[in-house]
């Protein structure tokens, strides 16, 4: 069954401005990993957050979760036109399921 | 130099064609997937190998058949392709399976439409 849902399923916003998206998920987990696809391209991962870890930042990159809540947000802050794609969030409950990924939001930065 | 190699990038086949996509990986990964997104971009693991052996098997037509002939390569086989297989699949690799903190490589996908 799937396990992350992203929301928006798509955002647009102009250069320069910050860009949030968030994940829910059903089930508890040991990490939950963000990933971007280019168009026609593969999925790069991003950042993992451990599930006893409440934020994380990677350069213009910053991930919080609440596993209270089951949930998870990726903001990008001074976007740019190159991080037109799309977001995916991707569970990891351990053991032999692998990453379970979301739906995702695409994001659109206008220039 | 690419990490995770994967052909054809496109394929357009009949319906009751069979076909193969070849997966290899440079990394060094002791594991293996096989991924579909279909037009929705909905991603859903197929199947999963470690060393050479299959650990995942999600519920998909036995008309898919994955081959690891070492742990750097992961083939897909189809069989009787359906209108319904078209979609893109990707191979990907990680450093290991069991464990958590898995992170995922993704090769660049194979396009493949059946007509």
């Known amino acids: 069954s799937q396990q992350g849902e992203e929301d928006p399923q798509a955002l647009s916003i102009q250069e320069g401005e910050n860009a949030t998206m968030n994940c829910s998920y059903k089930?508890?987990?040991?990490?939950l990993q963000w990933y971007r696809q280019n168009s026609g391209r593969g999925l790069v991962h991003l950042i993992l957050?451990?599930?006893?870890?409440r934020e994380k930042h990677s350069g213009r990159l910053r991930v919080t979760l609440d596993t209270s809540k089951k949930s998870s947000s990726l903001l990008i802050t001074a976007s740019r036109a190159a991080d037109t794609a799309s977001y995916f969030c991707?569970?990891?409950?351990?053991?032999?399921?692998?990453?379970?990924f979301g739906k995702g939001t695409h994001l659109i930065i206008q220039p | 130099d690419t990490a995770v190699s994967q052909t054809p990038k496109y394929l357009v086949t009949q319906m009751g064609n069979d076909k193969s996509i070849k997966c290899e990986q440079n990394?060094?990964?002791?594991?293996m997937y096989w991924y579909k997104q279909d037009s929705k971009k909905f991603l859903k693991i197929m199947f999963s190998?470690?060393?050479?052996?299959?650990?995942i098997n999600e519920t998909v037509p036995n008309r898919f058949s994955p081959k690891s002939p070492d742990k750097a390569h992961l083939n897909l086989h189809i069989n009787s392709l359906e209108l319904g297989d078209s979609a893109v699949y990707f191979c990907?690799?990680?450093?290991?399976?069991?464990?958590?903190?898995?992170?995922?490589?993704f090769g660049e996908g194979s396009w493949l439409t059946v007509v």
């Open positions: 190998y470690n060393n050479k052996e299959l650990i």
């Open positions: 990394l060094g990964h002791d594991t």
């Open positions: 990907a690799s990680s450093p290991w399976t069991g464990l958590s903190g898995n992170t995922i490589y």
């Open positions: 089930t508890s987990i040991n990490n």
């Open positions: 991707a569970t990891d409950r351990g053991g032999a399921d692998g990453l379970t």
């Open positions: 957050i451990r599930s006893n870890e």
